[in-house]
């Protein structure tokens, strides 16, 4: 027994990186589908095939539904709607719209969000050097985010801050307040009922969204674009939703069940790592000397958020 808990502490923390790893991998699929499809029918597409993957587990788990608490509710509609719904349409904008590697940089500033969301909502405790990194962490994504630093005071424009780089902080947003009310909805459920219905509840959304939208039709969900490279359309969709949804979100949370939660905190990084050689490698989305500089400072800011928050934690249950 304790070979098998000493082989799960050795390779649980490698599940959690490659989890975030395959996570990474998103804009490789995400990019060329802008080309092909509006943001928000992305999106749409994507949960539908999530949701096809998911099935036997939701299926498997129905009998707990009755036992939902109302609060819990609320997190997973919350968490839904912002997380899997909002936020990945928001996400698919700033790559659509900025540069894809500042775009998956900036969103390293989400830890930040969370944390301070937990705080407020669940009254977790702040570490004392906190302000420091975040406030460190925030100045490094002005940074990331600007071309030519001294135009700033001339225009924004000429900066070089665009769309892209505002989607990027919406999203950011989202996904941290999601993750936040991820916490509450796993104190409430099992974590294959919680996944599932997470993605039921991105799909209502996102149905609703099209149909405000007026998208909820086979001319706006299979364009003419999409007509004339069907078969790349399709290869494209389901590799989004599985190498890059469904199948890292399973590897990720077993390898989180065996990993302590100091250490996953690093491993996900990985996810960055795995965005930055793609948007860089493959789509020549480079940066500017001072943006990698900012980068790496930004990510080390934001492990120590993490580190710092960690050892709160320590010293709270001893």
Not at 21 to 45: H, Y
Request: glycine residues 10%; contains cysteine; positive net charge.
């Amino acid at each position: 027994m304790q070979n098998r808990s000493a082989n799960g502490v050795a390779y649980g923390p490698w599940l959690v990186g490659l989890g975030a790893a395959l996570w990474g991998t998103e804009s490789a699929w995400r990019i060329p589908l802008n080309q092909l499809f509006d943001a928000k029918v992305i999106v749409f597409w994507e949960h539908v095939l999530i949701l096809i993957m998911f099935l036997p587990l939701l299926l498997t788990r129905l009998g707990e539904v009755r036992k939902i608490r109302a609060r819990t509710w609320g997190y997973l509609l919350f968490s839904g709607f912002a997380g899997s719904a909002v936020g990945t349409v928001f996400f698919t904008l700033a790559l659509k719209y900025g540069n894809p590697t500042v775009v998956n940089v900036i969103l390293n500033i989400q830890p930040v969000i969370s944390t301070l969301g937990a705080f407020l909502l669940f009254n977790d405790r702040l570490g004392r050097r906190f302000f420091l990194y975040a406030g460190i962490a925030i100045i490094a994504g002005v940074f990331v985010s600007v071309e030519h630093p001294g135009l700033i005071g001339v225009s924004f424009e000429r900066a070089g801050l665009n769309l892209g780089t505002g989607y990027a902080l919406i999203c950011a947003l989202f996904w941290g307040l999601s993750t936040v009310a991820g916490r509450g909805v796993m104190i409430g459920m099992s974590l294959r009922l919680a996944s599932s219905l997470r993605i039921v509840v991105g799909l209502i959304c996102m149905t609703v969204i099209l149909l405000a939208y007026g998208k909820l039709n086979g001319a706006a969900l299979w364009p003419a674009a999409a007509q004339a490279h069907a078969a790349e359309a399709i290869v494209w969709l389901i590799l989004l939703a599985s190498v890059s949804g469904g199948i890292p979100l399973l590897i990720y949370f077993q390898g989180l069940r065996l990993t302590r939660a100091s250490t996953a905190g690093y491993f996900e990084m990985m996810q960055t790592l795995a965005a930055v050689c793609i948007t860089w490698g493959f789509f020549h989305a480079s940066l500017h000397l001072h943006q990698v500089v900012a980068a790496v400072v930004l990510i080390t800011a934001v492990a120590m958020v993490h580190h710092v928050q960690q050892r709160n934690e320590s010293i709270k249950i001893a």
